[in-house]
């Protein structure tokens, strides 16, 4: 990997902010382009058979934009190696195929999220691979759940969706490690920004790049990020044998959101802690979920491993299903809507948008539960808007 795709110079590691601007590329040498251009090419001319030009040949294996976008969430979640997909669940099951043999075992979250869960329920156990659940926010219950020689991952998100647990993400490496696995961290909910989980000990940094690296909900993608040599060749090459890969534009796309990750994280925190300070002190709302409060039973964790504690809330409403499912028809500045992660506020009803699947299993999520993505907009009029949705009982 070279210097500049690590953002250091004369050894030294620059800040987030200069390497989310600045790794991963250099200004091109032809024109002195500050951004990479979209390389909206599927192959490349050879100088003579074999003689490749920085060692691009075919565009499924390397694309220079996607490149640029490589290097650069590399440096910000400060691994070895990075790798660009067409989708958060395409990064997954890539990293799971590279990793996994059917016949072994990896410990996957009770309250992953739902895509996460349906892809090692149906789609990979179906080719042979045993998955078993536990609370991520239990240290014991995950030890508990690893099969000794069996199980080669345990995944763990932190924060997680909806409910907004919180890993130790150092206290799962030791216990991984100890068992011989690797310890797998989906960082969407977090961001680089917030939390990087390879300096706390963990392997590998899964992200849905749909979410914040892209930030402005104009774009599905997924990335992983390793922090040895070994994991990223297995990786490289199941990459390139599989083929998921993220094309030119969305890669440009998400190399364009990452260029502002800092700033729109500070103020989608600045925005969460508005919003959570008005919805406790609010006489319908019985609840709310966030790392951020001291009564959150992850606080002290999240305090530890994150920068701030997000631009998720959840929040409980008296008056059950009915008002939470009112609460999101009438609001106006947050749209209703699933993802998360972009500029503009979000507001969905889990249990009947995204956890309807969960119904009825262990994993349900209570029926008064509010889930909000705090975007960025002028939190007097998130709060006001909120004010008139809780406000009115239907
Ligand atoms: C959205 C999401 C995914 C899946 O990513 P896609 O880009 O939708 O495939 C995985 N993990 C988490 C935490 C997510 O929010």
Not at 120 to 130: C, I, Q, S, T
């Amino acid at each position: 990997m070279s210097e500049q795709q690590h953002g250091h110079e004369a050894g030294q590691k620059t800040g987030f902010e200069t390497r989310a601007i600045h790794a991963g590329y250099e200004p091109d040498a032809a024109t002195g382009a500050v951004i990479p251009p979209i390389y909206a090419t599927s192959t490349y001319k050879q100088d003579g058979v074999g003689g490749l030009r920085g060692g691009y040949e075919y565009s499924r294996s390397a694309n220079p934009t996607r490149t640029a976008l490589e290097g650069n969430i590399a440096a910000l979640e400060e691994g070895e190696r990075g790798f660009a997909f067409a989708s958060g669940l395409a990064a997954e099951d890539t990293l799971v195929r590279a990793l996994c043999r059917p016949g072994d075992h990896v410990v996957v979250p009770d309250d992953a999220y739902g895509g996460t869960y349906r892809l090692f329920d149906k789609v990979e156990k179906a080719w042979g691979l045993e998955h078993s659940s536990a609370a991520v926010s239990d240290v014991d219950a995950v030890r508990a759940a690893i099969r000794p020689g069996t199980t080669k991952l345990v995944w763990v998100e932190t924060p997680t969706n909806p409910l907004l647990n919180i890993a130790d993400i150092e206290a799962l490496a030791a216990v991984a490690h100890d068992a011989g696995a690797l310890l797998v961290v989906d960082n969407t909910f977090a961001s680089p920004y917030l939390q990087q989980p390879l300096t706390l000990g963990a392997d590998v940094v899964v992200h849905s790049t749909t979410k914040y690296c892209g930030g402005h909900s104009d774009v599905v993608g997924g990335a992983l990020v390793v922090r040895d040599l070994e994991v990223a060749d297995k990786v490289a090459f199941h990459q390139n044998s599989m083929g998921a890969v993220a094309g030119p534009f969305d890669s440009w796309l998400v190399l364009r959101g990452l260029k502002t990750l800092a700033v729109r994280m500070d103020r989608h925190c600045d925005n969460a802690e508005r919003v959570v300070e008005f919805l406790a002190a609010h006489p319908d709302v019985s609840q709310v979920i966030y790392p951020g409060l001291e009564e959150h039973p992850g606080h002290a964790v999240a305090s530890r491993q994150m920068k701030r504690y997000g631009g998720m809330v959840s929040f409980r409403v008296k008056g059950g299903e009915q008002q939470a499912l009112g609460v999101c028809e009438r609001a106006e500045v947050f749209t209703l809507g699933e993802s998360l992660g972009g500029v503009e506020s979000l507001i969905e009803h889990p249990g009947r948008m995204t956890h309807a699947s969960v119904a009825g299993t262990d994993l349900e999520v209570p029926a008064d539960l509010v889930r909000l993505s705090v975007g960025i907009e002028t939190a007097d009029d998130l709060i006001a808007d909120l004010d008139r949705a809780l406000g009115a009982r239907g």
